[in-house]
């Protein structure tokens, strides 16, 4: 077809929300290491346009609410040909302790790294 395949997005959506995660000054491995992890709990996605191969692409990625127990992440897909976006995206994720696998509320550190930037 020439196009990005359709579950490619949620890879794409998940290198974008890593790299946000550092821009932050943390990382996936500090979380995981200080006993947290963040399962996606929801993920939606809106194709508006396709994307042809080998085109270049912006994942932006927003968060737009300081977090408790759920991080909701919002995606928009761009390239420089196209003025509105290509794909609309939502994952949300939750906070889970990794010991009981039960939900908890986000770490003090990343409030306050994430509130620096809402």
Do not use: W
């Amino acid at each position: 077809m020439g196009y990005v395949y359709y579950g490619r997005y949620l890879e794409y959506f998940e290198v974008a929300r890593t790299e946000m995660i550092r821009s932050f000054g943390l990382s996936y491995r500090e979380l995981e290491e200080n006993g947290v992890m963040l399962p996606v709990i929801h993920s939606e996605l809106e194709y508006k346009i396709p994307v042809h191969y080998d085109v270049e692409m912006e994942i932006k990625v927003m968060v737009f609410d300081i977090p408790q127990v759920r991080l909701q992440t919002f995606y928009e897909v761009l390239t420089q040909d196209q003025k509105t976006p290509h794909v609309l995206g939502e994952v949300s994720l939750c906070f889970m302790d990794s010991e009981s696998r039960r939900p908890c509320r986000a770490p003090d550190e990343f409030l306050n790294k994430i509130t620096k930037h809402i």
